[in-house]
């Protein structure tokens, strides 16, 4: 069976989150005839996501900024890292519980003056 756009049914929800975080909802639709069970999952994501670090060291020395990471909602996160750029290292993977902050060690090692 398909329907098309002239038989669909806009269904407004608002949504206004406290924090950011991952919020599960399902939503029950009932007809004489039909019941359904919609599960929705919504993402809130901050709106300082970005940031900007200035390394100042000498070559071939190690400098390392603990970046905090806060998590405000009511899960745990496992957050896996992605270092781009020659010289940065870090840990791949960092747990921080919720309601906790966790520091990650960003480390900047240059091999040559740049």
């Not at 390394?55 to 390392?64: D, E, G, I, N, S």
């Amino acid at each position: 069976l398909f329907l098309d756009r002239s038989d669909a049914v806009e269904l407004p929800i608002k949504f206004i989150p406290r924090y950011a975080g991952c919020y599960h909802c399902q939503i029950l639709l009932k007809s004489s005839c039909d019941v359904r069970v919609y599960e929705i999952e919504c993402v809130v994501n901050t709106d300082h996501a970005e940031a900007e670090l200035e390394f100042l060291t000498p070559a071939y020395q190690a400098v390392v900024q603990d970046i905090p990471i806060s998590n405000m909602s009511s899960q745990d996160w496992k957050l896996e890292a992605i270092l781009e750029g020659q010289g940065f290292y870090g840990p791949p993977l960092i747990n921080v519980g919720s309601g906790e902050t966790a520091l990650y060690p960003l480390m900047f090692k240059p091999i040559a003056e740049c």
